[in-house]
C-alpha cells in the first residue's frame, strides 16, 4: 500500500473542473509534486512544490495544499486532459524516499 | 528539454540481473539527481532509487537488496542494476532527472525529464 492515497477515479464533464485529491501524514511537512500520464507516455511534470507550475503548462493546471491532503485542480477540463495522474512527495518517516500516491484515471465524460 | 533514452535487454531470465543504462545525448549528467522509478503493466509508479551526480544513492528500502544505480561521469549514462529478478520486476522502467541541486532529506527530488521508458519481461 501506498503512502499517498489517491481516488481511483474522477469524472467529470468537459467544461468543468476536476479536483483530484492526495492524503498522506507526510504532505504535513513535505511538498507535493504532481504527474499526467497518458497511455503509452512517460509522465509529465504538472506542479511541483505544492503550487508552481512549470514554464509552458497552461494555467488550467494548479495545485494546493493544505493538512495531509494536497488537491490538484484541472479548469475548463478538455477531453485530451483524460490521463491518470500521479501525485509524488517523500515518506513519512523522514528518510527522504520518493512515493508516488496509486495514481488517479480522470474520466472526461 | 533535455533528452532521456534508456537501453538495455527487453526480456530477462528469472534469478538473473536486470541491467539498463540511461543516456543523456547532448547534455551531462553533471549537477543533477538521477532516478529510476517502473511501472508494471495496468499499474502505478513505484521509485527505486536516487543518484547525485557525486555518487551519494538512495534506495526504496524493500528493494535496497537488490538494487545498484550508478552514473559515469565521462559517458553521461546512468545504470541500474536489479539482481535475482522475478515475474514481479516485470515492468517498464524509466530513468528520470531531477533537480539541479542536490536534496537533502526528508526533502526529495522532483522529476521534469523523463526518458520513454523501455519494458522489461521476466520471464525463462
Known amino acids: 500500500s501506498s503512502e499517498l492515497t489517491q481516488p481511483p477515479s474522477v469524472s467529470v464533464s468537459p467544461g468543468q473542473t476536476a479536483r483530484i485529491a492526495c492524503s498522506g501524514d507526510a504532505l504535513t511537512k513535505q511538498y507535493a509534486f504532481w504527474y499526467q500520464q497518458k497511455p503509452g507516455q512517460a509522465p509529465l511534470l504538472l506542479i511541483y512544490?505544492?503550487?508552481e507550475r512549470p514554464s509552458g503548462l497552461p494555467d488550467r493546471f494548479s495545485g494546493s495544499s493544505s493538512g495531509t491532503t494536497a488537491t490538484l485542480a484541472i479548469g475548463a477540463v478538455q477531453a485530451e486532459d483524460e490521463a491518470d495522474y500521479y501525485c509524488?512527495?517523500?515518506?513519512?518517516?523522514?528518510?527522504?524516499?520518493?512515493?508516488f500516491g496509486g495514481g488517479t484515471k480522470l474520466i472526461v465524460l | 528539454q533535455v533528452q532521456l533514452q534508456e537501453s538495455g535487454p527487453g526480456l530477462v531470465k528469472p534469478s538473473e540481473t536486470l541491467s539498463l543504462t540511461c543516456s543523456v545525448p547532448g547534455g551531462s549528467v553533471i549537477g543533477y539527481h538521477w532516478s529510476w522509478i517502473r511501472q508494471p503493466p495496468g499499474k502505478g509508479l513505484k521509485w527505486l532509487g536516487d543518484i547525485f551526480y557525486t555518487g551519494s544513492t538512495k534506495y526504496e528500502p524493500t528493494l535496497k537488496s537488490r538494487v545498484t544505480i550508478s552514473v559515469d561521469l565521462s559517458e553521461n549514462q546512468v545504470f541500474l542494476r536489479l539482481g535475482s529478478v522475478t515475474a514481479l520486476d516485470t515492468a517498464r522502467y524509466f530513468c528520470?532527472?531531477?533537480?539541479?541541486?542536490?536534496?537533502?532529506?526528508?526533502?526529495?527530488?522532483?522529476?521534469?525529464?523523463w526518458g520513454q521508458g523501455i519494458l522489461v519481461t521476466v520471464s525463462s
Open positions: 528520470a532527472r531531477g533537480p539541479a541541486h542536490v536534496v537533502v532529506a526528508p526533502a526529495v527530488p522532483h522529476y521534469e525529464s
Open positions: 509524488q512527495s517523500a515518506d513519512s518517516g523522514g528518510s527522504g524516499f520518493v512515493v
Open positions: 512544490r505544492d503550487i
